[in-house]
């Protein structure tokens, strides 16, 4: 798979899943849940869950549970590995998109730049490109070229 195929792969999801929520906001779990059944190409929709505002504990993120508004949490999966989580606001929607994360050799989704994102009203996303680790830790790359 050269770049510009992974590229539409991690692309074209999110905005497809951007689009069909802008036109109206998800307002009850039945709304979100209801995302699981979109079908796009070499894609599962692994889930999409109602999360009720209030404090949340992140991965990664500080000791203190952070307070964040109501959402619609979609974590997907592209072929052949790579993970993506969506935050979508219930309310309080700011109309942007935030794409969020991977510094260093990346391997995980940005919780925590997630829930600031939620915090100031975006919509957002984050993505582990495909590999699990940390920004500290390369040994994935051993061996792929």
């Known amino acids: ?5 992974i590229a539409t ?3 074209i999801p999110v905005a497809i899943l ?9 307002s009850a779990a039945s709304s979100c849940e209801s995302l699981t059944a979109l079908k796009l190409p070499d894609t599962a929709i692994t889930a999409a ?3 009720a505002a ?6 990664g993120g500080p000791r203190r549970p952070l307070e964040i508004p109501a959402f619609c949490r979609v974590q997907i ?10 935050w979508l606001p219930t309310s309080g929607w700011n109309g942007n998109f935030l794409a969020v994360g991977n510094g260093g050799y990346a391997g995980s989704i940005s919780y925590p730049a997630m829930a600031t994102a939620l915090i100031q009203g975006y919509a957002t996303a984050s993505t582990d490109t495909g590999h699990e680790g940390n920004a500290h830790e ?8």
């Open 54 to 59: 209030g404090p949340i504990g992140l991965p």
């Open 1 to 5: 798979m050269n770049y510009r195929q």
């Open 77 to 86: 999966t592209v072929k052949p590995s790579v993970k993506i989580e969506v």
């Open 138 to 145: 390369a040994a994935w790359a051993l061996g792929h070229p």
């Open 9 to 11: 792969h991690l692309v």
């Open 18 to 26: 951007a689009f069909a929520l802008s036109a109206a906001p998800v």
């Open 49 to 51: 869950t109602a999360v």
